[in-house]
């Protein structure tokens, strides 16, 4: 560790941590400390500025992120969305200039013990997420949670109205029907293809026991227009409650689509987790919402809606290529 950028260094606690780490590097290095005169690290153009400007001098190997708006007493009571648009911000902006401009360098974050439930007992930090999302969703899952406390802070501290719906996989007429395009999607995609080829197989990825939820997408609008109109409470599942195996499901394409040749599963591919399922008891106490589509009509209207897409396409393709 020789050259050091502190953000928060004129705060409480940075202003101890510049002068130990001036001593601990001597001249041997830099030390460069900002508080919020030197750059508003809120202001995404004025970070990236900074730092741009930054690392055409400066080697920086280590960063320690400290600023945060943070008051003592009452004032997070009154201010939660400041708090969460100022440090949202701030956080972000420091993670891109981090990658953008010295992505050599070493990030060290200080975060606050606020972040574990309320009980009595000493609290791991394997507690820190309740039971952590699947690792390679993490990111993606940790930002709509931020959305939640986003809503939450909005409604807390400017008595905004909001709502949110969580949803399973939605599938139905305008999907993507591409081969990696969520399972419901590729499987009618290549089902159907494989039909219409005369394909003697059709590769199924996983060993087809791996459960999950879909929804039809006109169920899906109609939940959350509903819920939009009606729902009182912070979020609601939006789901129809039912999983089925991929097994089932690729059988149930596999006869709507007409297609004769064989399914062949591939253990090899990467699947996920093994079962995904909403609990929907919420939504139907809530605001007494129900899917209405089965997923065998689901799947059959899907691939007749494809089918035509195909047949369409390869109408249009014949007319150019004898144009
Ligand atoms: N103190 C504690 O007991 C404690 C406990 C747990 C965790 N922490 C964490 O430790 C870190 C430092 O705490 P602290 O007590 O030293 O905080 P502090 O005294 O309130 O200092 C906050 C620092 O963040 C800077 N800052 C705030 N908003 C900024 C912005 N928009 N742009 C640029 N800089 C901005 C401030 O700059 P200016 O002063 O120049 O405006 C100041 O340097 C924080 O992340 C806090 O969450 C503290």
Not at 63 to 72: E, N
Not at 100 to 127: G, V
Not at 198 to 225: H, K, N
């Amino acid at each position: 560790m020789k050259n050091i950028i502190v953000t928060g260094a004129t705060g409480f606690i940075g202003q101890a941590l510049v002068r130990r780490l001036q001593k601990l590097i001597g001249d041997e290095g830099k030390v460069i400390g900002l508080g919020s005169s030197a750059v508003d690290l809120a202001n995404r153009s004025a970070v990236f500025d900074w730092f741009d400007r930054l690392h055409w001098a400066f080697d920086c190997d280590h960063i320690f992120h400290l600023a945060a708006l943070y008051k003592a007493g009452g004032w997070p009571v009154e201010h939660p969305a400041t708090q969460f648009h100022v440090n949202m911000s701030i956080n972000v902006n420091v993670l891109e200039a981090w990658a953008r401009f010295f992505p050599k360098a070493k990030l060290t974050s200080i975060l606050s013990y606020c972040m574990y439930p309320p009980h009595d007992q000493a609290h791991p930090e394997a507690e820190l997420w309740g039971t952590e999302p699947e690792d390679y969703l993490f990111s993606y899952a940790f930002t709509k949670k931020a959305m939640l406390i986003g809503q939450r802070a909005y409604r807390q501290e400017y008595n905004l109205n909001c709502t949110s719906v969580i949803l399973p996989t939605v599938y139905g007429p305008g999907d993507s029907f591409a081969e990696n395009s969520h399972v419901m999607g590729a499987l009618i995609g290549k089902f159907v293809r494989a039909a219409k080829s005369d394909q003697s197989t059709v590769e199924v990825w996983g060993d087809g026991q791996q459960e999950r939820e879909f929804l039809y997408v006109a169920d899906a609008v109609d939940g959350m227009i509903t819920a939009a109109q009606q729902s009182e409470v912070n979020v609601l599942n939006l789901g129809t409650g039912k999983a089925y195996s991929i097994q089932r499901i690729a059988e149930t394409i596999k006869q709507a689509s007409g297609f004769a040749g064989a399914i062949q599963y591939n253990s090899t591919r990467f699947v996920g987790v093994q079962k995904r399922l909403l609990d929907v008891s919420r939504v139907q106490q809530e605001i007494g919402w129900e899917a209405e589509t089965t997923m065998e009509q689901g799947i059959y209207d899907t691939v007749r809606w494809y089918q035509s897409q195909l047949s369409t396409e390869l109408a249009r393709a014949a007319v150019v290529s004898h144009g």
